[in-house]
């Protein structure tokens, strides 16, 4: 018995490929604005973390 476990459509790879590509471009747009933001902050990047953080375990605590 003869198995095509690798067998896949010319669109559907290409459709996997453009999704990656999408997802690539929105991280590095994010990282950008995020990058931005930082610089703005200057020395309250440790708070900024301390904030997230604090946002997290309230939210998984379900106090948010």
């Known amino acids: 018995m003869k198995l095509n476990r690798a067998r896949i459509d010319v669109e559907d790879l290409l459709k996997l490929v453009l999704v990656l590509v ?10 950008e ?5 930082t610089m703005l902050l ?11 953080a604090a946002l997290i375990v309230l939210w998984l605590l379900d106090r948010i």
């Not at 999408?22 to 990282?31: A, D, R, S, T, Y």
């Not at 604005?33 to 933001?37: A, M, S």
């Not at 200057?42 to 997230?52: I, S």
């Open 22 to 31: 999408l997802i690539w471009l929105v991280l590095e747009i994010v990282g």
């Open 33 to 37: 604005i995020l990058g931005l933001f």
């Open 42 to 52: 200057g020395p309250l990047k440790p708070l900024l973390g301390l904030a997230v």
